[in-house]
């Protein structure tokens, strides 16, 4: 049968849509086909009138163009995306572009490898035999105190912390990207969305649309049902199948360590314990109150105890 061989190497669908409660849509999407795969980015801007429209835009913008001057590399992908925070950074050193900045997550393919490049809390997912596996960890203060298990999974989704993150481009003068490589499967699957999708559904639905439907309906879908409960968010959804891999490629040499079955993290940008939060809902206000509360109900209970343990030594 020549049917499968005649389908193009990589088939992919990029959609964004503003959702149910917000009037503008701060994320941006962007997608270019190669002949050996191509570059796929997810963004999630933040930040006061238009300013977060802008920030995402123009890092979709910067990465897109950057790994089109060359075959996508690890040193090629931290370079896209530092030039994608230079143009952010600065554009946001306006004073009315104040806490500008944007969530970027990027899959370059040069097939039969990819790269993630990644920051903030949009997410890359990999769905293989089956199996969906989030391959990005998120940037984000929930998601540092799951990993020190000081939250459990439900706890942090519905913290009211949750859209607190702690990385992003254009936040500070160098980026802090985390790369990851793997050696890609005909079959592989992958979606990269931003937390307007990954926030309302389960990874379990996320595994299933993937798994059954072909790459155009399968964004379409998954856009739908996150609109369907409730779409609090803006929606940035794309989703990347690779049907088969092209033959004739000779590894390049930053491939090396990818070569077993498993994602590599080849760079890690952010240390756990250095970051600098940044407070970016109106949840914050909650949570100060709450720990002034605790802290003052602290103090009167102290006291309460003095006094009974003076009274009682009289
Ligand atoms: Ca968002």
Redesign the pocket.
């Known amino acids: 049968m020549s049917g499968s061989s005649e389908a193009p190497a990589v088939e992919a669908s990029a959609l964004t849509h503003p959702g149910r409660k917000r009037t503008t849509n ?2 941006a999407v962007g997608k270019k086909l190669t002949d050996r795969g191509g570059v796929f980015v997810v963004a ?1 801007g ?1 930040g006061g009138h238009r300013t977060g429209e802008l920030a995402s835009k123009l890092a979709v913008k910067n990465i897109l163009e950057v790994i089109e001057e060359d075959a996508p590399s690890p040193t090629l992908l931290l370079e896209a995306f530092e030039e994608a925070n230079e143009a952010i950074y600065m554009a946001g050193q306006r004073p009315e572009s104040r806490g500008m900045g944007t ?1 970027a997550t990027a899959l370059a393919l040069d097939l039969p490898y990819a790269l993630i490049a990644h920051v903030g ?2 997410r890359a997912y990999l769905l293989r035999d089956g199996e969906l596996t989030q391959l990005t960890q998120d940037h984000s203060w929930v998601a540092e105190r799951l990993r020190q298990g000081l939250l459990t999974a439900t706890e942090a989704r519905n913290h009211r912390w949750r ?1 607190v993150i702690t990385n992003a481009l254009g936040s500070f003068p160098d980026a802090r990207v985390d790369l990851i490589g793997l050696k890609v499967q005909a079959g592989d699957r992958f979606l990269i969305c ?3 999708l990954s ?1 309302v559904l389960e990874d379990a639905v996320l595994q299933e649309v993937l798994d059954t439907l072909p790459t155009d309906a399968a964004a379409e879908r998954l856009v739908k049902l996150a609109n369907e409960w409730g779409g609090p ?2 929606i940035s959804v794309v989703t990347v199948a690779v049907n088969h891999i092209p033959k004739n490629h000779s590894p390049p040499p930053w491939a090396l360590p990818l070569e077993g079955e498993e994602p590599v993290v080849l760079a890690l940008g952010q240390e756990d314990e250095s970051v600098q939060v940044q407070v970016l809902n109106s949840g914050h206000a909650r949570g100060f109150w709450r720990r002034w509360r605790d802290f003052i109900f602290l103090i009167v209970y102290v006291a309460l105890l003095l006094f009974v343990l003076l009274f009682n030594n009289r």
Do not use: I, K, L, R
């Open positions: 701060q994320d999630d933040m969530t809390d949009s859209n931003s937390d307007g926030g968010d803006n």
